[in-house]
């Protein structure tokens, strides 16, 4: 047994103090994008709520800048950054990764964020984070000089799990985010160096800056599980939001792939202004990633039926644009928004409890990572106890979805990028 994990591990002190060193870096980055990127989403959220008129001039003239860099000068930061992370595992070719995860690119991806929150684009920080993550740890390769596949594609997988713990305080989550996403196709040996970089960097984040709960904690709440079979319905109508979600979402972004300045220009506009009018009619409560709303519903505050779609078609028109920001939470905010509305028609089911589910069966719809979903909300409201019936509602919503929108969302934006492998020479 010493043998094979001697096999499997590096050999030498100095790529451990490497690693260590990343992931200390890693954490005071991602906390310091998660502190200014909330700071700037407040800062247009409390503008609006005064003066909303003022969403019709600033979103659309912030998408419009946003989208054009992007477009024209750091092609890289678009999105999420999953995408990014998947094809650079996937992809054989060495200087395609060095494109798609730099500490260049990490600091673009910052910067575009922090403008995209003033602007009120309904964008999360958690894929962006995790692009940010990886992104350093693939960067720390030249000081590590990891030459074996194996351990380089590990190394990426690693940043992506730190990037997700940092963001959500969730070490099981990033843990199998990076096993059912990022490192999908690496051999299962690598997960050994993986799980043992994720424990460091949740302990160094713990001495860092605490270990707070990311949302609220629900610890008390409790199922019977006679009644799981009484979430069918929630299930149902979460994944078939969410698989349309994902469906809609690929499909527009297609449509609107443009290759002039004059569409890019225009198509950004457009999209801008749509999130702008769901900013003025909501007062900038779709703005932003969601998670005070989330916060709220959570402890009984229920938004209208017009929060869940203003904030569902914003959250269509903001990934349509390729604007730089996560899915994560928004995603989070329109499957609580849903739970908020369901749990009205459940009498012996705590109402907490319909939302955490309805956050579950949602997100993994988006998504399709069963696992991750399961345990990122888990963990950001502490109901571990809840894991059967939270299992039980992530593969019955993955599996609605997948029979609306076949390929999983992350997959198929990646392979928009596996075409930039084609254009250089495989090493």
């Given amino acids: 047994m010493i043998r094979y994990l001697s096999h499997q591990l590096p050999s030498k002190l100095k790529i451990y103090i490497f690693l260590a060193l990343s992931s200390i870096i890693t954490i005071i980055v991602i906390d310091f994008f998660l502190t200014y990127s909330e700071h700037a989403q407040n800062t247009f959220k409390h503008l609006i709520s005064s003066k909303p008129y003022l969403s019709f001039v600033i979103t659309p003239v912030v998408f419009v800048l946003v ?78 000089k990891f030459k074996r596949k194996l351990l380089i594609h590990s190394l990426i997988a690693i940043g992506g799990s730190t990037g997700l713990i940092i963001a959500f305080n969730a070490p099981i989550a990033g843990f199998m985010f990076s096993f059912e996403e990022i490192g999908r196709k690496l051999k299962k040996q690598a997960l050994i160096l ?105 402890a009984g505050y229920q938004f209208d039926n017009d929060f869940i779609v203003m904030k569902y078609l914003s959250t269509l028109s903001s990934l349509a644009s390729t604007i730089p920001g996560g899915l994560f939470m928004p995603s989070i905010s329109i499957g609580a928004g849903i739970g908020s509305e369901m749990s009205n028609y459940y009498s012996q089911i705590n109402p907490q409890i319909i939302i955490i589910m309805s956050m579950i069966a949602y997100l993994t719809a988006v998504i ?37 929108s076949k390929p999983p969302i992350y997959e198929a934006l990646a392979n928009n990028y596996l075409k930039l492998t084609q254009k250089t020479k495989t090493v």
């Fill in 67 to 144: 989208v054009y860099i992007t477009k024209y000068f750091c092609h890289y930061v678009q999105g999420s950054g999953i995408p990014q992370l998947i094809i650079a595992n996937d992809s054989r070719n060495k200087s395609i990764r060095k494109k798609l995860l730099s500490f260049r690119v990490a600091t673009g991806k910052i910067i575009l964020i922090f403008a995209g929150m003033l602007g009120g684009a309904p964008i999360g920080i958690e894929g962006p984070s995790i692009h940010i993550g990886g992104s350093i740890f693939f960067g720390f390769n030249k000081f590590i």
């Fill in 194 to 298: 993986i799980a043992i970089v994720s424990g460091l960097v949740y302990l160094l984040a713990i001495i860092y800056r605490g270990n707070s709960i990311y949302l609220s904690d629900m610890s008390a709440n409790s199922i019977d599980l006679i009644l799981i079979w009484q979430l069918l319905p929630l299930v149902i109508l979460s994944g078939i939001f969410g698989g349309l979600f994902s469906k809609t979402t690929l499909y527009l972004i297609k449509i609107f792939t443009a290759y002039t300045k004059i569409k890019v220009i225009m198509i950004a506009l457009i999209l801008g202004l749509i999130i702008a009018l769901f900013n003025y009619l909501s007062q900038g409560q779709i703005a932003g990633s969601g998670r005070e709303e989330v916060l709220l519903i959570l």
């Fill in 368 to 404: 399709r990572t069963p696992l991750t979903c399961t345990f990122v909300i888990l963990e950001m409201t502490n109901t571990l106890n809840l894991l059967i019936p939270a299992l039980i509602v992530a593969f019955i919503a993955n599996w609605i979805s997948k029979q609306i």
